[in-house]
C-alpha cells in the first residue's frame, strides 16, 4: 500500500496517517513532517519507476562536434525516439560511473561501469555506499557524503586513486545533491570522474616518484596533514551529534524516572483508597441485603398485583421475546405460561389486528407511545392497546410494554352516542333540545339554516326565541305538558325566524329522561312547510288545470266524432246523392285529420319534455323554407278576412334544422294568429340582427291580445286564451309549448309580448345563423308519390294482416282489396304463421299489440327464423309511435314501422317501396 500511496500522490503531496498506522518497508519514499501526528510528504525517488537523466555533452568528456553536419541534420528530423535511443548510447558507453543514494546512504539507482568503484559487502546482501565502495576511497567517500548532506552543495575530492583487478585508476570524487527532484528529497548522485585511464601498480608507482622528485616533500605532506583535517572534522562533528543524542536521551531517561516515581506515589495513594472503598463495600452489602428483602416484598406485591389485575399486560425484551404476561393476557392473546421466552411474532392474537408487530417494532426503534383501539376477531370484546417502551430504574430501553384495557362498554356507549348525534347533526329536520327551564341546549345545523341563528347565537337563550308572541300560550302549555310526561302528538305551528318571517313548521316534542329515568329536558323537532304547501297549492292547481285540460281533450275529441258519425249515416242512406256523398267523405277526412293532428300534438309534446324528440339536422335555408310556410298559410289567414304581409330577404339565411320540425313551429305561431284575429291584419317579418349572428322572425297581429296573467302561463302545457264554454277556437292549448320546445331544440329562443286585451300580440323567433358558410346547393326536390302496383308478373301481390281488431282488420282488408291486392286477415300471431305457411304472402301488415303468446315482436322473429319465409316484406302497423318503438321494430325484423291511423295513400305507398327488396 505505501507504494500505492506514493504513486497516487501529486509530486510533494501530503499522506495522513492514523494514529496506529506507520510507513512500512519503504521509508524512502516518503518524509516525515510530523511523527506524532502521522504527516508525511512525498519524496521524489528513482526507486520507482527508474529515473533516466539525460547529461550535457560537456560532462561526457569528449567533442561535442564530432557529428557531422549532415548527420546532425538528419538526426534533428528523425523521431524524438532516435534521439532517446542515441541519449542511453550515449550515456552507457561515454559518460562517468555513477549512483544516486538516499539520505540513508543506500544506493537507489546504478549507472553503467560502476564495478569498478563498487562491490557487493561480504555478508548480508546490502544497498549501502559506503559498505559497497573499495576500501581505498571508502573514508574520503564518507566524509564526502557526510559533508554534502550537511552543507548541501557539491562536495569534490580530487586525484584520488582506485585500486581495482590488479589497475590503478585516478579519479575526482564528485558528490552532488539532486535538488531538481525536490528540495527535501535527501537524494545525492556520487560521480566517479576518471582522470586517463587506468594504469598499471609499477605505472603508478612510478609516476609517482617521478612526481615526488620534482614536487617538495612539504606540499605532500600539507595535502595529507588537510585530508586528516577534514577527516578529523568530520568524526568531531559525528562525535558532538552523538553526544547530542546521548544528552537528550539521558533527559527522556530522567522524567521517565520521575514518571515512575509519580507512578509509585499515585499506587501507594490508590492502595490506601482501595482499603477505604473496601470497607465501603462491606456496608453496601449490608445495604444490598436490606434492598433485596424489600425487593422481595416488592415483587411478590406486584405478583399478586398481575394476578389480581383486570389489565392484560405482556413484557417483551429487546428481540420482542416474552419476559412476563398476567393472567388477563390470555383473553387476548393465546398464551400459555411455557410461552415465556417465545418471540411475540409466534403466538397468534385472539384480535384482528395484523399491524401490531410492526407497531411493536416502531417503539423499539422510536421509543415513542403507540396507542389504538383492537377488536376480538369474534366481535365480542373492544380494547385499548397501549404500546409503550419498558424503562429501566437507570432510565435505559430495555423492551416493550403491551398492555390492553377493556373499553368494550365505553366504545359501545360512544358509538351509540356518535350515531344520535350523527342523525342529529344530519337530520333535514330542525333539532332543539331544551332543558327544564325552556334553556335551549341542543341546536342542530337543519336549525341553524331554518332559523337563521348559528349554534353559537342559540344555545343558552331561551326557547321562546323562535315562538311569536301569539303563540307564547301554546308553547309554555306544550312545555307543562312534557314535564308531566305525557304524550304529545304532532301539531302544525308557526315560529319565527332570525329575520322576523314566520315560517310554517311541524312539530313533534318528546321528553328527555336522565340515567334515573327523571325528565331533565325536551327535545323538539321542526319541519319546514313552506314548501309542502306551495307543493301543494302547485299541485291544487295542477290537478285544476288538468281537470280543465281533460274537459278540453274531451270536447276536442267529441268534436269530430259528430261529423264523423253524421257522415257515416249519410252514406248509409240509399237517397243519398253522389254529391252529399262526396262532401261527406271530405267531411270525414277532415275530421279525421284533426283526430290525428290532436293526437299527434300530444305525442310529441311529451316527446319534447322527456328530451326524447327525433331532429334531421342539415344545413337549411330558411327564406326559402319560410316562404313555402308563408305560401301554405296564406290562404288560411286571408280566408279570415285578413290582411298577410309578408317581408322576407333578398338573399338566403341559413341555419342547422330540421325543416319539418321548424316548419310545424312557425307554423303553429301563424295559424294562432289567424285564429285569434278577428279583423285586422297578420305581418310576417322575416331578417337578421344587426351582428348577422341570429336569424330574427317577427310575427305581429292585430287580434285579442294576452294580459300578464295569460303571458305568464302561455307557455305551459294546456293553456289556453279560449276558455268560454263555446270553445269557438278550438284546439287543446299545445301548440305554442310545441313551438317552444323545437325552437329550443335548434339552440334558439321564442319571446311572446302583448300591451292587453284587445291590442294584439308579437312573437319573436330568433335562430343561431350559420357564421363564414357559402351555401349555394339548392334545396332537394321532393319525390313525387308513386303510384303503388298492385301487381306482380300478372298477379296480385298477397298480403298477410295480422289484426287483433275485426273492425280494424276488415277495413283495411276492404281498402287493400279494392286496390288490387289479394288480402287475408289473422287474428293472431299463431294463426298468422299457420296462414303464412299456405299462402306464402309478399307483404305482411303486422300489429304489435296482439293476444296470446306471441306479440308482433315474436311474429317477426319467427318469420325471419323460417327459411321458407324469408323474402316476406314485414312492415309493422301499430299505435306506438315512439322513437324506441320504432327502434325496436326495425331490430326486430320489420322493414318499416307504420303509425295508425294511416290512410291508404300512405299505405300504398309503403308498400310499393318495398317492391324489388329481398
Known sequence: MTHLFHYALRPGGYLF???????????????????????????????????SIPLPAAHLGRPANVVSLGTAARLGKEAPASVQVLERLLVQHFSPAWVVINSHGDVVYFSPRTGRYLEPPPGAPSTNLIDMARKSIRLDLRTAVHQAHRTGSTVTREDLIVEANGEMQRINLIVRPVRELGEDNGLLMVVFQELGPPRSRQETEAEDQGSTAGD??????????????????????????????????????????????????ELQ?????????????????????????????????????????????????????????????????????????RSINDIVPRFTDSN?????????????????????????????????????????????VLTFVDVTALTRAQTRQAELAAIVESSLDAIVAHDPDGIITTWNASAARMFGYNAQEAVGKSISLIVPPEKHAESENLHAR??????????????????????????????????????????????????????????QSEILHRDQFMAVLSHELRGPMAPLRMSLDVLRMPAASLEQAEKAKAMMERQLGQLTNLVDQLLDVSRISRGKIAMDMKVVNLTQLLTAVVDDYRVFIESQGLVFNVKLPQGGLWVHGDSTRLTQAVGNVLHNAGKFTDQGSVDFDLGHDESRRWAVLIVRDSGTGMNPEQLADLFQPFRQADRTLDRTKGGLGLGLVLTKGLIESHGGTVEAHSNGIGSGSQFTIRLPLIQGARMDSPEPAREATKAAPSKENGEPWRVLVVEDNPDAGDSLRFALELSGYEVRVAPDGNTAL?????????????????????????????????????????????????????????KAGFELHLRKPTDIAALRRAIASLRGRR
Open 17 to 51: 496517517l492514523g494514529p496506529s498506522e506507520n510507513i512500512v518497508g519503504a521509508p524512502d519514499l516518503f518524509r516525515a513532517l510530523d511523527k506524532t501526528h502521522r504527516i508525511f510528504q512525498r519524496n521524489e525517488t528513482l526507486a520507482r519507476p527508474p529515473l
Open 216 to 265: 617538495s616533500i612539504a606540499q605532500q605532506l600539507e595535502s595529507e596533514l588537510r585530508m586528516t583535517k577534514e577527516h578529523l572534522q568530520a568524526t568531531v562533528e559525528e562525535l558532538e551529534t552523538s553526544n547530542e543524542e546521548l544528552t537528550s536521551a539521558n533527559e527522556e531517561l530522567l522524567s521517565t524516572n520521575e514518571e515512575l516515581q509519580s507512578s509509585n506515589e
Open 269 to 341: 495513594t490508590s492502595k490506601e483508597e482501595m482499603q477505604s472503598v473496601n470497607e465501603e463495600l462491606e456496608t453496601i452489602n449490608a445495604e444490598l441485603a436490606k434492598k433485596v428483602e424489600q425487593l422481595d416484598s416488592a415483587h411478590s406485591d406486584l405478583q399478586n398485583l398481575f394476578e389480581s389485575t383486570q389489565v392484560a399486560s405482556v413484557y417483551l425484551d429487546k428481540e420482542l421475546h416474552i419476559k412476563k404476561f398476567t393472567p388477563a393476557a390470555t383473553q387476548v392473546f393465546r398464551l400459555v405460561q411455557t410461552d415465556v421466552g
Open 356 to 400: 401490531l408487530p410492526e407497531s411493536v417494532r416502531d417503539v423499539v426503534r422510536n421509543f415513542g407511545a403507540r396507542e389504538r383501539l383492537v377488536q376480538l376477531a369474534d366481535g365480542s370484546a373492544t380494547y385499548m392497546a397501549r404500546i409503550l417502551p419498558y424503562r429501566s430504574v437507570s432510565n435505559v430501553i430495555d423492551g416493550v
Open 482 to 539: 312534557v314535564r308531566r310526561g305525557e304524550l304529545v302528538e304532532p301539531f302544525e305551528s308557526v315560529r319565527l325566524t332570525r329575520e322576523g318571517h314566520r315560517l310554517p313548521v311541524s312539530i313533534i316534542v318528546s321528553a328527555i329522561r336522565n340515567t334515573q329515568g327523571q325528565i331533565s329536558g325536551a327535545s323538539a323537532s321542526f319541519r319546514d312547510l313552506t314548501d309542502a304547501l306551495r307543493a301543494k297549492e302547485t299541485l
Open 834 to 890: 299457420e296462414l303464412a305457411q299456405k299462402i306464402k304472402p309478399n307483404v305482411v301488415l303486422c300489429d304489435i299489440g296482439l293476444p296470446g303468446s306471441m306479440d308482433g315482436y315474436a311474429v317477426a322473429a319467427a318469420f325471419r327464423a323460417d327459411p321458407a319465409l324469408t323474402n316476406t316484406h314485414l312492415v309493422a302497423l301499430t299505435g306506438y309511435g315512439r322513437e324506441q318503438d320504432q327502434s325496436r321494430a326495425l
